[in-house]
Structures are given as C-alpha cells and as structure tokens.
C-alpha cells in the first residue's frame, strides 16, 4: 500500500464522518430547541496545553454549524489536491517537529505519521464526537467512522 493510500483516504473519511455529525448535532438543536452555541462552545477543559505554549493553529472564527461543515469541506478539498506521486518516500523522509517548548524532534515519515499524526488526528475526531454523544446527540461508532 502506498503512503498516500495509507493516509489521505483515511483522512477523508473521518473529515466526512465529522460533517455528518455536524448535521445530526444541528438537528438535535432544532428538536430539542436547543441553542447552537451550547454545542459549538462545548469543550472538555479549558486549557489543554501540556508544554504551556501556545500550539500554531488557524484561527478558529466558526460560530455556526454552515461554517464547521465548510472549514471541513475546505480540509477535504486541500487533501484531494494532493496526488499519490507527491508522497514517493514520504515513509523514510525525514519529519521534524516542534516537541516542547524548546525542542524538536526528528522521526522517518512513517514512523510520524503512525505515531504523531494519526494519534492527533483521531483524538481530535473522537474527543469531537465524544462532547457531541456526551451532550445527547444520538449518534454512535458508525457516524463516528462515517458508515452509518
């Protein structure tokens, strides 16, 4: 299996999965006449920074659930630009990181991509449909994985 096979359609799929959710959590609003800021702003801890430093990110600017389904829509657009091509040995290349405060560190691709950017990708996905389930959205593994 390539590296590109091994990563971009899997991204894909939960990146699609999350949309759904989206869709089913402004339904549980509107049925439950509930407003949608109670649900965008859920979060589990205020700061989850373990280094204390601030990570880079993009601004996070959505309020609604229209905005959260097109920033997906933008990550997914971003991936499928890519070309498998574009990944030829991606596994053995070298991938250094920020990891602290003061550090970085240095892994081969396949070794950062099992170990870095899977995990982060996955918490992030799950922690989203985790809040969403928590708060009585009525949804379960299969929306999680995109297949219901």
Do not use: W
Not at 132 to 144: A, P, Q, T
Request: some cysteine; hydrophobic content about 40%.
């Amino acid at each position: 299996m390539s590296f590109y096979d091994a990563s971009v359609p899997a991204f894909l799929q939960i990146l699609g999965s999350l949309s759904g959710l989206l869709n089913k959590a402004e339904a549980h609003c509107k049925a439950k006449n509930i407003q949608p800021e109670v649900l965008l702003g859920t979060r589990l801890y205020p700061d989850m920074l373990l280094a204390h430093v601030e990570v880079p990110s993009t601004p996070d600017t959505e309020k609604t659930f229209e905005e959260l389904r097109q920033r997906l829509a933008k990550a997914g657009d971003y991936l499928k630009k890519f070309t498998p091509s574009q990944f030829d040995g991606a596994d053995s290349r070298d991938v250094t990181f920020p990891a602290g405060p003061d550090r970085t560190l240095t892994l081969k691709g396949q070794q950062y991509l099992n170990n870095v950017v899977f995990p982060n990708f996955y918490f992030h996905a799950a922690i989203a449909h985790g809040l969403l389930r928590h708060n009585g959205v009525e949804i379960g593994k299969r929306d999680f994985l995109g297949v219901s």
